[in-house]
């Protein structure tokens, strides 16, 4: 078995537990990663997620990333849990269906850029005058208002906005990006707190629905946010410094003598004078080059070297179980990571991966929307559903 395989047979099958989110109800209107993911997040809480998809069409991320017999696997994650539907709110067919929808949805979840919702009669105050108590979470690259507003906006282009690529990767190669969808996964996260504390509000504090606005550029931010008081207070531009950062030492990867690498990083004077007595060289805890955050900054190649002298002899650490396995119609037997964080009264879990388009459509519209047959088959004849 190679380094990057899973063997799926030995990983334990899932089994969902009672969700905290159990009764919540979220319809998710939204495409591609940062919004989608905020609803999954949802779902695997026990949020009942009603997912819509454009008839014939179907979300981007069907066709976007590394393809399994025809099948995308990004899909497969960030669509389970959720039901599918397929429908078009460009058609005044389809614009007509969320309205009567959404009367029935805790919360709505979309990412067009702004105006659309509004040009299409679904603006939030149309959609709360309907459901006074919705929630609408509404996820664009620059936010709703300001002079970007308009602008398409992706992950990619919010690492960069944001000052993030700025100042990651080596100190003597261009700014980077992550080989993943970083701001998109950041947003998925912001835009599913705001939900919660927008939850909270409203059903503990006697609040109605609102709207939040979740900008990817901003969400990315947050993070390197206190980067800002350096300028700030000292005049000072954070730069790229690779794998250390210029907070605290020690801090980098180190390659283990089995070839694989790990990540250290002392984030006190604790855990660093525990880590030199692990090494065997307590003397380093009295070493004037070491003593404190302060010195082991400018120190730091110094202290690079010992520790990794030290780990090119020790043994890689085993992380505890994250994969699950579960039995998904198309892909077989798969490997799934748990929900995360995980709650030891309403842990919530994973029943399904993501489907095919529309597998949903009668079961919702018919058996739960209550649409007649020839309303049914009306929608699907003019390519609203």
């Known amino acids: 078995m190679t380094e990057h395989t899973v063997d799926v047979s030995a990983l334990t099958p899932v089994e969902k537990g009672r969700g905290a989110l159990e009764g919540l ?58 039901r599918l539907i397929t429908l078009a709110m460009n058609k005044p067919e389809g614009q007509e269906l969320v309205r009567r929808l ?69 100190d003597d190669r261009p700014p980077s990006i992550a080989g993943y969808p970083l701001a998109d996964g950041v947003a998925a996260l912001t835009g599913a707190m705001a939900v919660l504390a927008a939850v909270y509000w409203r059903d503990v504090n006697g609040g109605k629905g609102q709207v939040i606005d979740n900008a990817i550029t901003e ?23 690779g794998n250390r950062l210029a907070d605290l030492a020690p801090r980098n990867t180190y390659q283990c003598s089995d070839g694989h690498w790990i990540s250290i990083s002392g984030g006190t004077q604790a855990i660093v004078e525990r880590m030199f007595r692990v090494m065997d060289r307590p003397e380093l805890i009295t070493d004037p080059r070491f003593l404190d955050n302060e010195t082991r900054l400018r120190n730091v190649a110094d202290l690079d070297e010992a520790i990794a002298e030290f780990v090119a002899k020790h043994p890689h650490f085993q992380a505890r179980e994250l994969l699950q396995r579960i039995d998904d119609p198309e892909l077989g037997p798969t490997s799934v990571t748990h929900v995360h964080p995980r709650l030891s ?38 390519g609203a559903i």
């Open 219 to 241: 969400a990315t931010y947050r993070l390197i946010d206190y980067t800002m008081l350096d300028w700030e207070k000292r005049g000072v531009v954070r730069q790229r410094s």
């Open 345 to 382: 009264e309403t842990p919530g879990g994973v029943s399904h991966l993501g489907g095919v388009m529309g597998q949903d459509n009668e079961s919702f519209y018919l058996d739960e929307v209550g649409l007649s047959q020839e309303e049914y088959q009306k929608l699907k004849d003019v």
């Open 25 to 82: 109800r979220v319809l998710d209107l939204a495409t591609m990663m940062a919004a989608p993911w905020a609803a999954t997040y949802l779902a695997d809480y026990g949020a009942d997620v009603v997912k819509a998809e454009l008839p014939g069409t179907g979300d981007p991320v069907r066709k976007w990333g590394t393809q399994f017999e025809g099948i995308s696997l990004a899909w497969k994650t960030l669509a389970r849990n959720k």
């Open 102 to 170: 959404v009367k029935d949805f805790d919360i709505l979840i979309e990412n067009f850029r702004p105006g659309v919702m509004e040009r299409w009669g679904l603006g939030p105050e149309v959609l709360q005058e309907i459901n006074p108590k919705l929630i609408i979470l509404r996820t664009s690259g620059y936010g709703q208002t300001g002079p970007y507003a308009e602008r398409p906006g992706f992950g990619t282009l919010a690492e960069g906005f944001s000052g993030l690529a700025y100042i990651t990767g080596a």
